[in-house]
Each structure stands twice: as C-alpha cells, then as structure tokens.
C-alpha cells in the first residue's frame, strides 16, 4: 500500500524528508525498485536543498538501473541540477550519468559527463576513478589512442605496489600494440572494388568465399549470354543472360559494403570486450 | 531504530488517514474535500515524465476512495487520463476521461482529450455524440468543437457535413485557424485521391504489361514490372521462331513469360487498392497531426 498522498499546503520537516528517504532505502534493500523509485523522487518534491535531491535523483536512477532501464535512468539524471554541488557529488553524478548514456549506448553523450567531470571537478583524485569507465567509452567511440592513454595514466595513479603496476602498464601497452587495434575498413572502398573488379570487395572484407561465388555467378551469367548468342538466341542471351549477370553485379556490390561493416563489428567487439574484461581486472 | 519507524510510520499514515477521512465525509463539501488533496506530486511526477509512477500511485489511491467522494474521483480519474494519454493508451485514457463529472474543473479539457481519444480511435459516432452534447461558452473552446466536428466528418469521408461546419469555423483564434484552414486542403486532398477500378488496371496489364500500375499510381514501379514480362516475351518467341512450339527452350520460356505476365496483371489489381490505402493514410495521419497541434496549444500539455 502506498500512502503518498499529502495534504495541501504540508511542508515537510528534514527528519520527515529522512524517513521517507529511509523508506526508500529499505525498499531498494529488498528490490521493490519502482516503489524505492516513487518514494527517492517524493524526497526531490520535498526537499529544499539541491545536496538532498542530488541524492535522491542518484538513487533513483539506481533503481533504473537495477531495473536495466538505462535510458530512464539517463532521463532522471539530466534533472540534475549542477550549480551548487560539491566536488565528491558532481562527481558521483556525472559518473553515474556517463555509466546510463554508456549503457544505453549513447557513447558521445557519456563521453561529455566525463569531459565535463574532468573541467569542472578540481579534485583530480575523483576524476581519475572514472578512467576505467571513460576507457570503455572512448574503446566502444573508436579512439583507442586516447583510450590506452587514459587507462596507462590511471594504472599510474593508482596505490599498489610497483611490480603489480608495471605488470598492467606491460598488459596494457600488449593489448593497446598497433598490430592489435582492430583497423577498420571501408564499406565504400569495398564497394567500389566489387564495382571495377567483381568479387574483389568481399575479398578485402575478408570473405574470399563469397567473393569466389559471387564471381562465379557473374561469369555464369556471361557465359550463358555468350552460348545464347553463339546459339543464335539473341534475346534469350542478351536480355536474360545480361539480367542474370547485372542482379549478381550490383548485389555483389553492396554485400561487399556490408560484409565490411559486419568484419568492422566483429573485430571492433572482439577487442573491445578483451578491453573491458581488462579492465574491469585493474580495477 | 524503533522510534524513528513509528515516526515514518505516523507520518506515512498522515496521507493514508487523508484519503480514509475523506471517504466518510458527506458529500455537500466534497469539493472542499478535495481541495485538501495536493495532487502537485502527481504532477510533479507527470511533468518529470515518470507516467509509470504516477500511475502506480494513482493505482493504489483509487483503491482507497473508491465511490467516496466525487471530486476526489474526478482528479484521480483526470490524472489518469492525462498519464495514459502520454503512454500512449488511448483507450484507458479515454475511459478516465470520460469518467470525470460536468461540474469538475478538469472537465471541459479532459472531454476535448477524449474526443480527440476517440476520434484517433477511430470511434467516430462516439466522439460526434460527445461534441454534441457539449455546451460552451467560450469563443476558442468554440472554435475547437467546430474543429474537432470538422477533422472528424473528414475523417469519415463525410465532406457535406464537414463542408458545412468548415463554413461555419470563424479562423478569429490563432490556437486553431491555421489547422482549420488545413483541413480544407486535406478535404481537397482526399477528394483527389479516388479509387480506381482494379478490373481496368489488370486489363491495361493484361494488354501493355505494367501500364496497370501505372494507371493505379505507381508511375516508377510500372516500367520495373514491364521490362521482365517483355523480356521472357521476347525470349519466348525466339525460341518459338529458332525451335518450334515443342522444343524445351520455347516451354521453358513461355512458362516464365507466363508467371511474369499474370503476376502483372494480379500486382496491378492489387495496387489500385494499396495504393489508394496508402495515399488515404497518408491524408489521415496528417489530419491527426492537426487535430492533435490545438489541443496542446489550448491547454499547454
């Protein structure tokens, strides 16, 4: 039973603020997340001070999150009003915003939490604890130079001893080596390739078999073009021949685009979730 | 620890008792009553866009004062309304909506909502029984009856009806002249687009391949569809013309010239309807478009 409602023109006191927020909490505790919810944002209606409904909005979003509703939960902490917060709140708050917008895929907007943590946040030792979470960003934004740097200066400014720390600065210059970043290709180069040359594209996307099939239909359609016509079957060959060899043609093209941009995903995956496992151990 | 439970607790029950002591107060000042009810978090939560929320607390109260007390009913039923409408369910909006009494401050927006409700619906008799009944006085809301009649005859294909309440819109009320004026150009707009005789688009295929379609609308898809049936007839009286009607290569190519030709003629048959349909839905989506532009602009939701 929810017991929410309020006479008009009640103000609430701070140690009734508490209570409620101390309903919330236990019922975070036994994961009635939606009702923990509806009570964290009666503490944001309440509540006079910004610190309290920073607070509560964080926890909210919580409740989002434990619920894998990542964009509501990057929809309540865009209510987060930032003017008069301390260091350690801003912190927690753009972290958690960058945490939902990573989640939900929204890698540019996470980016921006952080960037805007690290302008505005003079306590450096709290922007670093975001690296981790920033270096998943910037692997799934493609910048995996920015990423290696970002991850060996956190490795740098964290407390352990100086042989546990050369060990991850020597995991993550092996993992970050040129010859390991996926190198992407482009799905227009492929294109234009199977475009001059039949079969080619889907060779440098790496499916040589596709590009030999592919081929293989072309020529089958020539030559059925050309035994038509040596037989004296003009239109047949012509037209039927031609057909069969331009729906091989122009197809051939645009799977050689997407067998590259499904190439680039694989490898963009394959390493990016080698990062995160990485980095998720340093932490 | 115990205290401090009990507090919460008191204080938690301070609402319950709100809602418990209004059940039993008799009804001569239930809109004081009702009065007493902040419903501000209810609308905190809506305008934080937490519709899920507020309907769970909604929930939860309309099971606390059920048939008590009128005006207290009339917001609930009004709050409601207004989180289904922005999830999107129109009919369990409509049903709140239209649950709210004459007397309720809610009233007059929430039985425009629901006309809009039901003409998105597509419940036409419903919705023009509605906007009958309702009696008005002022100017704009005027303005939005004559409308909402309006895009609803349009919207039935009812151009003598709707003719005659387009002349009687004034066009005196920035909320809503310009949409009024848009529907004129979308009675236009479906009175242009008219249906086709399928029998005559599969004939044209039948004759000249593909000109069925181009006769139902589709003008591009007319030559794709042309060019393979003339290209199997081509092949096929090649065949004929090299190897006989017998021969394997004029069978072979007759049968695909065939599936191709009345494949054309059954595709422009169809077309006429489709097309139609789609150019129909069209003019109907933008109508609810407009329908839906005044409405947010008379009662800023």
Redesign the interface.
């Given at each position: 039973?929810?017991?929410?409602?309020?006479?008009?023109?009640?103000s609430a006191t701070e140690?009734?603020i508490q209570?409620?927020s101390?309903?919330a909490d236990s019922l975070y505790l036994v994961k009635q997340f939606?009702?923990a919810?509806?009570y964290y944002?009666?503490v944001v209606?309440l509540a006079q001070d910004n610190i309290t409904k920073t607070k509560a909005l964080l926890n909210k979003a919580d409740c989002y999150l434990e619920r894998k509703d990542f964009t509501k939960a990057e929809?309540v902490l865009s209510?987060i009003f930032y003017a008069d917060l301390n260091d350690s709140l801003i912190y927690l708050s753009r972290y958690k915003s960058a945490l939902a917008s990573y989640l939900n895929g929204n890698f540019s907007e996470a980016a921006s939490q952080v960037i805007q943590a690290r302008s505005f946040i003079a306590d450096t030792t709290l922007v670093v604890n975001m690296f981790p979470l920033y270096v998943l960003i910037l692997n799934e934004s493609r910048k995996y130079d920015e990423a290696k740097e970002v991850l060996l200066s956190y490795i740098k400014t964290t407390h352990r001893d100086s042989i546990n720390k050369s060990a991850m600065l020597r995991e993550v210059e092996l993992y970050y080596q040129n010859n390991k970043i996926p190198h992407l290709k482009s799905p227009e180069k492929a294109k234009k390739l199977s475009m001059f040359l039949p079969g080619t594209g889907q060779l440098y996307a790496g499916y040589f078999w596709e590009g030999a099939l592919n081929v293989g239909l072309q020529l089958f359609g020539l030559g059925f073009t050309g035994v038509c016509v040596y037989n004296?079957?003009?239109?047949?060959g012509g037209?039927?021949g031609f057909?069969i060899f331009q729906k091989f043609y122009g197809g051939g093209m645009n799977r050689a685009q997407f067998l590259t941009e499904k190439r680039n995903y694989k490898i963009t995956r394959r390493f990016n979730d080698g990062a995160k496992k990485m980095v998720l151990s340093m932490r | 620890m115990i205290i401090?439970s009990m507090?919460?607790f008191l204080?938690?029950?301070?609402?319950?008792f709100?809602?418990g002591l209004n059940a039993q107060t008799n009804s001569n000042s239930s809109t004081i009553i009702a009065?007493?009810?902040?419903?501000?978090?209810i609308d905190?939560?809506i305008s934080?866009?937490?519709f899920?929320?507020a309907l769970?607390?909604l929930r939860?109260?309309s099971n606390q004062i059920a048939g008590t007390d009128e005006a207290l009913n009339d917001s609930l039923n009004y709050y409601k309304g207004i989180a289904y409408y922005n999830i999107k369910q129109l009919d369990s909006s409509a049903s709140y909506f239209e649950k709210i009494k004459s007397h309720s401050t809610f009233y007059l927006k929430s039985k425009f909502y629901e006309n809009f409700e039901h003409i998105y619906l597509g419940a036409y008799t419903t919705a023009d029984q509605k906007l009958k009944q309702m009696q008005l006085v002022d100017s704009t809301l005027i303005e939005l009856k004559r409308f909402q009649e309006g895009a609803s005859a349009l919207l039935q294909n009812d151009f003598e009806r709707f003719n005659q309440v387009g002349n009687s819109f004034k066009y005196n009320n920035f909320a809503c002249a310009e949409e009024q004026r848009e529907l004129f150009k979308r009675r236009d707009e479906l009175l242009q687009n008219k249906k086709k005789s399928p029998l005559l688009a599969g004939l044209m295929s039948a004759v000249v391949p593909g000109s069925g379609k181009f006769y139902a609308g589709y003008r591009g898809q007319a030559l794709s569809s042309m060019f393979?049936t003339l290209?199997?007839a081509?092949?096929a009286?090649?065949?004929y013309h090299?190897a006989g009607p017998k021969s394997f290569?004029f069978i072979a190519?007759a049968s695909i010239f065939s599936i191709f030709y009345v494949g054309n003629i059954w595709g422009s048959v169809l077309s006429v309807k489709t097309f139609y349909e789609i150019r129909n839905n069209e003019i109907r989506n933008n109508i609810m478009l407009d329908l839906h532009i005044p409405l947010r602009r008379i009662f800023s939701n």
């Open positions: 039973m929810i017991c929410i409602f309020r006479f008009a023109g009640y140690s009734e209570l409620i101390r309903k939606q009702l919810g509806i944002d009666q209606y929809a209510r004296k079957y003009y239109f047949t037209l039927i057909a | 401090n507090r919460l204080f938690l029950l301070c609402g319950l709100g809602l009065n007493k009810f902040d419903f501000s978090f905190f939560l934080n866009a937490e899920e929320d769970l607390l939860n109260a393979p290209i199997f081509a092949s009286a090649e065949a090299r290569q190519a």
